[in-house]
């Protein structure tokens, strides 16, 4: 899968902002027929590490990602827990490196990962809306982070997935 552009990505996360609430149950049951094992670990994951705040936030954003690869990619493969686990355990290296690090080192990390990955603008979307969170005082830089990892998780299993599934 190529690269997903901002324009896609902002119209999607617009859409599912504006969602009533009766419109955002309809949505978590369509993704959890569509991508059970995704859903499972994003409330597993928000269950387990965050905060009422930030568990909404991230379940939002994770479905959003959900949405977006989906937008591009209308016969997207499920992702299989094998997947997710293999992904998490990648980017739980990059976690634990980030854990001790200031925000300046955090910044240039984020910068030099984005130079080559993937989804670019997909990753840099969710970073600007934690960072947003976090200047509205609603995240603290900790869970921006860990946010931001988890979420990543996300994004490189739809990756792996949708280029195992080009290559059958």
């Known amino acids: 899968m190529g690269p997903i552009s901002f324009e896609t990505i902002d119209t999607v996360f617009n859409e599912i902002s504006m969602y009533t609430p009766d419109q955002a149950i309809q949505l978590m049951n369509e993704m959890n027929k569509e991508q059970p094992y995704l859903l499972t670990y994003l409330k597993a994951t928000a269950d387990r590490d965050f905060g009422m705040i930030e ?3 991230f379940i939002f954003l994770g479905v959003c990602i959900w949405k977006v690869m989906a937008r591009v990619n209308s016969s997207l ?36 990962m984005m130079e080559n990955y993937p989804q670019p603008d997909l990753l840099d979307y969710i970073n600007m809306v934690l960072a947003n969170e976090e200047e509205e005082g609603e995240l603290n830089p900790e869970d921006t982070g860990l946010i931001l990892v988890y979420l990543k998780t996300i994004i ?3 990756q792996k997935v949708s280029e195992i599934n080009s290559h059958r």
């Open 156 to 158: 490189d299993a739809f």
């Open 55 to 57: 568990k909404e936030l």
């Open 77 to 112: 493969p499920k992702v299989l827990p094998v997947l997710i686990g293999e992904m998490e355990k990648q980017n739980s290296q990059l976690l634990d490196t980030m854990e001790d690090m200031n925000e300046e080192d955090f910044s240039e990390s984020i910068k030099k």
